[in-house]
């Protein structure tokens, strides 16, 4: 068995991670640290989690070593916390933000401040196994990208070469991207039945796509109604004269033909021709689908951002470094109707 | 012209009456105070009244003399401040709870701690127009009941004397009944969807419906999925041996045969055969209806907590007591679908 | 392994116990009938199915011979269907109302037509293995209980002789439960964010909560904002004069002490004190709790409809009847925020 | 007074317009024509104008003379019907799509049939009063645009010359603009949380936009969780080297000075800071906004497909062709919160 620690586990990311490693066949859960309710119940926090576990939270004073460590911390309290608490497991998987990016210049760009742990930042690697599954089988550091890159990165991945450099990203997003103590815009009062555009240009993603796909990506995001569940429907222009949805189809086949969570999902018709997160939510699925019109391409991608979006990407990390089936503790497969 | 000022502008219910007053044409809104947001413009946290008006919040150490004051501010709080501002106006419309109970013993067993305005208490006229419209054309203080004990009482009024003392209240809420501080318990990914039973036992609006019904009321509350909306499902038993629908409907006409703001909604089929708030949303009425089996009676009725419940029932009373047509600058029908 | 077929399998409960019997361990999927899309692919209805099965549904004239036969099937249609096809398997689990009460008098008063296949009527034990665990064990014939009155009797069972006989129960109801072939009135744009109380006396589901706690029960139903979940409030009048939270707890944990699938929740303090659907969506757990006020009791309990209140009920009497672990394939718990 | 009778009055357009028409106060409804409600109550498809009207709806055979005609009948179904009408009114407004597109070429590439009153097409004026106020006024056909065309059209016209051919749009709707017969795949259970791209591309009001913005225009479409309510997210390149957001503030106020029903937001921060249509629901507003990142511009609008995308709209037009203030009937400024 694996013991894996989890510090942020009283947020939205640290109870999914607590809930997938609790039902995990080859991890024991170590720690629970929350700096807001260390003593208390962890199913006083994450209700869902009732019978599941007796856990209750630690304090970061009093972490253990581990086989893993799991950072669901927010993004600028990481880069100081990480290199304080990363000697004390083998691996160490980041889901926030501060080391997703290569260089101080970039962070510094779209986070506003100066990253305090420069020299670790070029030292993780991306937690997408789609792109790096052989380099995560050995990488002791990881960093999973956020929720709408990863549906970005994956909607756009096989179309390398086929489309032009320039590709404008929509993102839709529900409210728990916004964390569990988001403040009083995210009241269900004023967050209900919104379309809040809340970064029209430069969305701080837009850095992350940029740098795995190797394309100059913009990125919009809005807020719509829905608690879990990011969608991206990218925007691009055909390379080549002869990309139709027939050899749209193809490249996305090959591309994913032995991914375990990526789906391809593009009918001609029906209410579910197209990713949707709804469908996906608990699930570790992203489902990618495409269209053309023209030189114009459509890729639309679908996850839930607490699952292949965040915590279920960083325990099929998990998994793929420590060498168990890909798949283990992420057979959720999702509800309808829901 | 009426001039209008409200403290507390800067809540939902206050929001609201500023909506309501700018729209009245007989009334001149004379201050917006807010004691988080002096100075700042009254669209900028109301965005619904862009365009609508340039007011900028006040500070309370401003208030200046106006003809009507309304008091849309927090429980508790308000038994303090309404003794220091109520010399500044004609009229005092609290829409609080402070001043709906008539002594000090009731206040203090369903609020919990003790009533500081003791010698007010008795002189509040409550803001129900059904039950006291000629009290309200003459009274210079006024008590807007609870939403959901408006709706209660709207309900059981026709019954009075078909049914026995014992009712059992169940009511269901929308999420702006708990303010727009309200916490990170009603954030938007914790509160969405939920069915929140927040008051088993003991609502507090048990008190103000047993004290303007004269009925034996127990009432359990729940938080549904909406921002809007209030609905009572009212459950007693008849005293008599010949109270089927038919009777029913006899006397829930004759009562409210000439109530602007009670419609009656009891059809045998179709999807809106009985009150439901959803279509009532921004508008002033409350509808009510009722079904019998046996000597079981189920009374209904659904409103807009932020109108009939609040601030639409205090400026009905704000015409009846200054001599305007009840329905002024409360005629928008509400929408449908929503 | 047992090879389990589902007639009505592209209807919401046919959907979910495709969902579980693909994902149980010791089940294989034999047949899944439908009406509507015979040839059609299961993940075409059912898009959360995707990548798990390449079923397609088969035409009833195709009916196969199989261990157990599952039937979520319309009310009155199952009871013409059933006699035809029990002997192709060992045990038939019927999801539909057709056989849940004891005579043909009860059914009529509560469905409206006539029941065509009376001599069966008596013969099915009821699929709440928290009451039936040991007949059950040995059933042939099995009728799962409504959803709501699944929520009813689990959260009444313990105060058997500990109340009056008079429960009023107050029933809340997502959308999923009127079926994927609803109607107009079933219409997003209609039934979103409604408070629809589509039974404000004599639910159907009274004269089976009547039946199996010998109580006597009158139930309101209201559909409110959700796709799943069922909530009920029942409140009843202590016959002890020693019955207070503490008595209560007692019962209710005596009673579900060994139950897999009963939680008690009834704290002091939080937004999930009591049982709230939403964290139980896809999970096989009926939450319940309490509260008393003198000698009025509120009992609560919550569960998803189409698990607990229905396919999942199905897989655990199946896993009951067959002598698996009861628990098989029924180990998520629930998602939050959701 | 002017009599406006309205064809196709039991869909939510035709709801929508009642609702408007009741409440202006230089209108009387002549006739609710419904092919599916002859005879049957108003109110009882539009629960919302109980008490505000007697009305019943009558067949399309009994249709008199009125002074304005108003068709909110099905694409397709019109244009076979307003030809035989046409002469009962004075002036006729269409709310379909039929009459929008100049030419029988472009009608049949997206709408996928023979145009079968090629005669009329041209003779409309599209019902946008910020684009054809003058034309308006003197016009006796009126095409009011689709929804997220209107939407678009707002957003992007104070960019004329400001910005390069290529705009891509991307827009999000709720589940009102399928209409009141919008089939199973439109239940609540189906359509409830779902982000939903019924159009990847291709949306049909592209060549609506195109032709009276003279853009290259593309349209994406995806149904969000609402009932009411369109956001369009335009993505533009600037054709001058100077067009920052200051400029592009300039553009808007100028552009936009005059109009009563076109709001500028777009502020720095703020969870209103940008138009949602959360806010406009009932109300006659579009608001637009923007933002740029270098030479890429944002171009955002939102209204209420009901109202600016359809009913208000067209009664804005009435007002205008009949010389009455365009504001008129249509001072709703919407709810917050809701």
């Known amino acids: 068995m694996i013991t894996a620690s989890v510090i942020g586990a009283a947020g939205y990311l640290g109870g999914e991670l607590l809930r997938l490693l609790i039902g995990h066949p080859q991890v024991t859960v170590g720690q629970a640290i929350s700096t807001r309710f260390p003593g208390k119940r962890v199913d006083g926090v994450h209700p869902n989690l009732r019978a599941q576990t007796d856990l209750t939270f630690s304090s970061i004073d009093d972490l253990a070593d581990c086989d893993v460590l799991l950072l669901a911390t927010p993004h600028r309290a990481t880069m100081d916390l990480l290199p304080t608490v990363m000697s004390r497991a083998q691996q160490v998987i980041d889901l926030s933000g501060d080391f997703r990016l290569p260089d101080t210049t970039a962070y510094e760009r779209h986070y506003g401040v100066t990253h305090t742990a ?118 691009a222009t055909a390379s080549l004269d002869e990309l139709d949805e027939k050899a749209l189809r193809r490249a996305y086949r090959e591309h994913y033909a032995k991914e ?79």
Do not use: W
């Open 118 to 235: 420069p020299d670790l930042l070029g030292r993780f690697v991306p937690g997408c196994p789609e792109l790096f599954r052989d380099e995560l089988a050995m990488a002791d550091l990881i960093s999973v990208p956020g929720c709408m890159a990863t549906a970005a990165i994956l909607a756009l991945a096989p179309l390398a070469g086929l489309i032009g450099p320039d590709v404008q990203i929509d993102a839709r997003t529900g409210s728990s991207g916004s964390g569990a103590t988001a403040g009083d815009s995210n009241l269900h009062a004023e967050r209900s039945g919104a379309m809040r555009v809340f970064a029209p240009v430069r969305h701080r993603h837009e850095a992350e796509v940029a740098r795995l796909t190797g394309l100059n990506v913009r990125m919009t995001a809005t807020g719509v109604e829905a608690v879990r569940g990011v969608q991206v429907v990218c925007h």
């Open 260 to 338: 375990p969570f990526v789906r391809i999902v593009a009918h001609r018709r029906g209410s579910h021709r197209l990713p949707d997160p709804r469908i996906l939510l608990g699930s570790n699925y992203c489902d990618v689908g495409f269209a053309a019109d023209g030189d114009r391409i459509t890729a639309i991608a679908a996850l839930d951002n607490l699952m292949k979006g965040g915590s279920g990407a960083a325990v099929q990390c998990l998994n793929i470094r420590r060498g168990l089936p890909e798949t283990m503790g992420l057979e959720f497969p999702g509800l309808h109707p829901l």
